[in-house]
């Protein structure tokens, strides 16, 4: 049965930090790139960051770069989105997706994430 866990959202002050994690399983997780998403109240889904098989290769969105960081480990079948210098747009439930073909790709709950003073 395959899942991917989202955990570590919560609510924090901007310029605050969080980590979030997703916990795969299921399926051959060294084989999937692995990305976040996240999506705000009456707004698309929008791809945050993506990390190769490996791990050595990321690309983040405009609005996060600088200031978001993708990492795996492939041991523990994990990855992770460190967040710093919060802001209010970054506001959304966040997404772990995993990507192999259009057929094989996962998706978890997400974990919400709240920036505010």
């Known amino acids: 049965q395959v899942q991917l866990v989202e955990s570590g959202g919560d609510l924090v002050q901007p310029g605050g930090s969080l980590r979030l994690s997703c916990a795969a399983s299921?399926?051959?997780?060294?084989?999937?790139?692995m990305s976040w998403y996240r999506q705000a109240p009456g707004k698309e889904r929008q791809l945050v960051a993506t990390?190769?098989?490996?791990?050595?290769?990321?690309n983040y969105a405009d609005s996060v770069k600088g200031r978001f960081t993708i990492s795996r480990d492939n041991a523990k079948n994990m990855v992770y989105l460190q967040m710093n210098s919060l802001k209010p747009e970054d506001t959304a439930m966040y997404y772990c997706?995993?990507?192999?073909?259009?057929?094989?790709?996962?998706w978890g709950q997400g974990t919400q994430v709240t920036v505010s003073s």
């Open positions: 997706k995993a990507y192999l073909t259009t057929v094989n790709n996962y």
């Open positions: 299921g399926f051959v997780f060294r084989l999937y790139f």
């Open positions: 990390i190769g098989r490996a791990g050595g290769s990321t």
